[in-house]
């Protein structure tokens, strides 16, 4: 149900009594989940309703778009074909979920437009976790995915509304791990908001690596600007990556051109704007 309210007395499922009345008590008896108070409103006010909780909307400054769980699409991928074009939120999220069963070896995948997968921002998300919560593509915890060894060419274009906040990961970022001979290249992260506490929660002796891009890097980062927000209770935490491991995995690690501008919050040491640790 939608009413669009100017002044005066609106009753339907619920009542709404003028403006004024709206503020402060009365706006938070009215249980809604977003309120923005001026003492002179323009243009119209609108209070939605599709459960039992209304929401108060002005269009004139902002508009609520309400939220919706994305389902990820897998259909997009096959084993054979080199190249494979991508353009929803469905399907990045569907990237995530193939990351389980297939590396990506020999394979490029490339953003064709932005994604949103949260309309929200970091602070919003801080407050009140977003319905689609991200699983790092590739190895994310122990007996979990595959380590990404494709290429991932964002094309320049801007993936926001990141959420993960998790205790079960130890590889942490937009991608878990990037494998010898893997690339994520020439991308922008805005909006974002990664959060670990997998070692506190486990009490274990192994770490919880972070980093917008990657948690762990075998392969390469090149030209990729991020001012995603980072909170790692552990230690091992890079604004681009959180650790980058050449030797044990026949890797050759590098990053360049990479522009880290956001927040870090860490539990330990090993950290770093771009880099975590190389060991």
């Not at 595959?146 to 509304?161: A, D, L, M, R, W």
Request: with cysteine; net charge negative; proline share 2%.
């Amino acid at each position: 149900r939608v009413i669009a309210l100017t002044s005066g007395t609106v009753t339907g499922d619920y009542e709404v009594k003028g403006l004024e009345q709206l503020k402060g008590d009365n706006a938070k008896a009215l249980q809604l989940d977003w309120y923005h108070q001026t003492s002179n409103p323009t243009g119209y006010w609108v209070v939605e309703s599709d459960t039992a909780t209304p929401v108060l909307c002005e269009f004139a400054g902002y508009t609520r778009e309400r939220e919706t769980a994305i389902e990820p699409d897998t259909s997009w991928y096959n084993t054979t074909d080199k190249d494979f074009h991508i353009d929803t939120a469905a399907e990045l999220l569907g990237l995530s979920e193939l990351s389980r069963d297939y590396d990506f070896s020999g394979q490029n995948i490339y953003l064709d437009a932005d994604i949103v997968l949260n309309n929200k921002t970091v602070e919003q998300m801080k407050n009140k976790a977003p319905l689609n919560v991200w699983t790092p593509i590739g190895f994310y915890a122990e007996g979990t995915g595959q380590e990404f060894k494709g290429t991932f060419n964002g094309q320049g274009n801007t993936i926001s509304g990141i959420y993960t906040v998790t205790n079960e990961q130890s590889h942490v970022g937009l991608f878990g791990t990037i494998g010898a001979g893997g690339k994520v290249e020439n991308l922008k992260l805005t909006e974002s908001y990664f959060a670990n506490s997998y070692q506190t929660s486990k009490n274990a002796t192994n770490y919880a690596y972070m980093g917008s891009v990657a948690g762990v890097l075998y392969g390469t980062i090149d030209s990729v600007y991020s001012e995603a927000t980072l909170n790692n209770a552990s230690q091992y935490t890079g604004g681009i990556a959180g650790v980058m491991l050449g030797a044990a995995n026949d890797g050759e690690y590098v990053i360049t051109n990479c522009w880290y501008n956001g927040e870090t919050t860490i539990g330990s040491n090993k950290s770093g704007g771009i880099i975590g640790a190389v060991n």
